[in-house]
């Protein structure tokens, strides 16, 4: 199975076939019933599985302007991740390839860098399990 691959779903654009699809790569990667919770939970909040682009989050310095914007299912955060020589390519990769997205978060979780997903390190995901 390809687990990078977006074919094998049904849908990315309904939130609750996300949220399944979201369970299954958990699943696939072999995450414990405890990480797959944490997953989702942490998705759930970060863009409540819609990937789209008018889900996405400007980060504002003191004085309001924007510095950086996180896109898609995962929220993927544009200064570190998304641009040449970085992980990603563009927004448009990372908004057409939800699947991709998710694997990378397991990844990173897998990896402990979880916290980089301010639903997981302010605790908030919580609320959704």
């Known amino acids: 199975v390809n687990v990078n691959s977006d074919d094998m779903y049904d849908s990315w654009d309904i939130p609750a076939q996300a949220r399944h699809n979201v369970r299954a790569l958990c699943d696939i990667a072999g995450l414990s019933l405890t990480d797959k919770n944490i997953i989702t939970a942490c998705i759930a909040r970060e863009s409540g599985f ?3 682009p008018n889900v996405k989050c400007e980060n504002k310095d003191a004085s309001g302007a924007v510095w950086s914007t996180d896109w898609g299912i995962v929220q993927c955060n544009d200064w570190y991740h998304i641009g040449p020589g970085k992980d990603f390519p563009s927004v448009e990769y990372v908004l057409a390839n939800p699947a991709i997205m998710v694997n990378w978060m397991i990844q990173c979780m ?4 979880l ?5 997981f390190s302010s605790g908030i995901y919580k609320r959704y399990l």
């Open 50 to 52: 819609e990937n789209n």
């Open 115 to 119: 916290g980089m997903w301010s639903s």
């Open 110 to 113: 897998k990896d402990g860098q």
